[in-house]
């Protein structure tokens, strides 16, 4: 959620990143600040598709396999779920399924590659997340005579990323009637007829994964799906914020943020409902949306470890909110702006059972939505008018308006789950570490004082002592953001007698995990040197103390917000965002 500026629709993140395509399909530097979304477009989509020199098809290194995930002949079989101590020495809770699938061969084939051109094959699936035994409707739109799905489960694979889990039958491509636009609400969807269906079996592992659609004439484009186990009680639950994504998208000229005129797009002309009946652009990450840049450097990172996760949406949270509290933590990942009371109330209750939340970026629950079916089917619809004089709900159900957490007629600002408040965007300043003793910076040695160059980018939090929320809350970084007489904060604290809340304050953090040594460069940037190691330490210590319980029992929290927050800093800008960011 980042005010104007944009041409693209797009929220922007990474000041610097790589924009041109050089020789031999790489990116280079182009000294210019550029857009998260910028960056993954170009990467992923304009000019083509995604170079794999020096892959080989063969994992760089494997990871280290624990004792118990080996095979013991004739002896009792290691346990499902076990306690595992890392190089580290950070103990976290690891799951046998998950190391012995990412033990499994790898492939780098779910790149995309070739020149790719927009709507050349696109699509939809019928659901954001899926069960085995459902039956996945997929919904494809392409020039090609015919094509084929092949379905790719995401992870670390030895460092090749991913797995070929199933192929479709080749099926005869069809080009499908225009989407249609909604008057007064400006909703794109696309009436189209079903392409093919996919039984989603007990051979798809859960997991994040990409739907690769491949035309017979080289087309190529993805689908995101996750797969959830409903039964699960993993210590962990990865969420993917595809409502995040829906905001954000421009396909058929509309999103909650931009719309046709005549002239170009403006915010007036936005959608105030958005549809999932219709695909991601092309130029979006090839159609996989937000998830490289904000979701994929944590997920090869927690899967590396073979830790014990499960996985679902944010629509999955609002439709089965009971599920958080049988979990230790939740992991919100890089951009999760838009939360309905639905989600909101889950994470509180959870919260106060015992659950342990991470929000690894910034501007989260900042903006309430309604969901509501499609003829395709439930929690289809995105509703978020971003002002109260224009929805209905405002006079007959004002609390679930669809306005900023903090205005009327809600005036429940996210700081009073998260513990920091969302400021602004276009920070590009290093990261200042202020509390190095803290359980989070554990084994990174970092004395008080410690600068991380380039590391707070983007949209940022802080802490805000004169709002709602915690006042035991611990800042274990306080970074000034350069020109805007401002800061980026890390934030910690307990619920009492509940579970903990982590808050990175940027939305750079969970970009900043990822390590080209392990997949490929033009993907996402390099790892940088005397950094990204010292960040991955850190979450570790993350995945350690939240795997363990109830924060509160664990690590409580002290308030030392009161020593970094005083006089004319308690005064600084707060809650900076506009409706049209």
């Not at 905001?247 to 958005?274: C, D, E, H, M, P």
Request: charged share 15%.
């Amino acid at each position: 959620m980042e005010p104007g500026g944009r041409d693209d629709g797009y929220p922007r993140g990474m000041p610097e990143a790589f924009s041109e395509v050089g020789p031999e399909g790489k990116f280079v530097p182009s000294g210019a600040p550029i857009g998260r979304r910028q960056f993954l477009r170009g990467a992923l989509a304009l000019g083509g598709g995604l170079a794999v020199a020096g892959m080989g098809g063969k994992p760089k290194h494997g990871p280290p396999i624990p004792a118990h995930a080996k095979h013991h002949h004739g002896r009792r079989p290691p346990p499902a779920v076990s306690t595992t101590k890392l190089d580290s020495g950070v103990e976290v809770v690891t799951a046998r399924w998950l190391i012995e699938e990412n033990a499994k061969p790898g492939t780098n084939n779910w790149v995309v590659t070739g020149i790719q051109t927009p709507h050349a094959i696109e699509g939809f699936a019928s659901q954001v997340s899926a069960v085995p035994g459902d039956e996945l409707t997929l919904f494809v739109n392409t020039t090609a005579q015919s094509f084929h799905v092949e379905v790719y489960r995401m992870g670390y694979y030895q460092g090749l990323a991913g797995r070929l889990i199933d192929t479709s039958d080749t099926v005869a491509g069809v080009q499908q009637p225009p989407s249609t636009l909604t008057p007064g609400v400006n909703t794109v969807a696309c009436p189209w007829q079903p392409s093919l269906t996919l039984k989603v079996t007990k051979g798809w592992p859960p997991g994040n994964y990409l739907l690769k659609l491949v035309g017979d004439g080289g087309q190529q484009q993805y689908i995101p799906l996750t797969i959830r186990n409903d039964a699960s009680n993993a210590t962990y639950v990865l969420q993917n914020s595809v409502t995040c994504w829906q905001a954000y998208n421009l396909w058929g000229g509309y999103s909650l943020y931009f719309g046709k005129t005549a002239s170009g797009q403006s915010f007036a002309n936005r959608a105030r409902i958005v549809s999932f009946d219709r695909p991601y652009p092309q130029t979006w990450a090839q159609g996989a949306a937000d998830f490289f840049g904000n979701e994929f450097p944590l997920l090869y990172d927690m899967e590396q470890f073979g830790l014990d996760l499960t996985y679902w949406t944010d629509v999955d949270l609002h439709n089965s909110p009971g599920l958080l509290a049988n979990h230790k933590a939740l992991f919100s990942l890089g951009h999760d702006e838009y939360w309905s009371s639905e989600m909101r109330q889950a994470a509180q209750s959870a919260l106060s059972s015992g659950t342990n939340l991470a929000f690894l970026g910034a501007n989260a629950c900042y903006r309430q939505i309604r969901l509501n079916p499609s003829l395709v089917g439930a929690n289809r619809l995105q509703t978020c008018y971003k002002d109260a004089a224009e929805d209905p709900f405002a006079q007959s159900q004002p609390s679930l308006t669809t306005v900023d957490w903090n205005q009327a007629p809600l005036n429940d600002p996210e700081s009073s789950l998260i513990g920091s408040m969302y400021q602004s965007v276009g920070a590009n300043g290093d990261l200042i570490v202020t509390d190095g003793s803290a359980w989070f910076w554990h084994g990174c040695g970092l004395p008080d004082g410690t600068r991380l160059p380039g590391v707070v980018q983007g949209e940022y939090d802080r802490y805000v002592p004169s709002l709602p929320g915690p006042t035991n809350a611990d800042v274990l970084a306080h970074s000034p953001v350069p020109g805007q007489n401002n800061w980026s904060d890390i934030t910690y604290y307990t619920a009492s007698g509940g579970g903990g809340v982590l808050a990175t304050g940027m939305a750079s953090w969970v970009f900043k995990l990822s390590n080209t040594t392990d997949f490929p460069s033009n993907i996402v940037p390099a790892a940088i040197p005397g950094i990204t190691e010292v960040l991955r330490r850190a979450m570790q210590n993350v995945y350690g103390t939240f795997g363990a319980g109830p924060a509160s029992v664990t690590k409580p929290s002290g308030g030392n917000w009161s020593s970094i927050y005083g006089g004319a800093a308690a005064l600084a800008p707060t809650a900076q965002g506009t409706n049209a960011a």
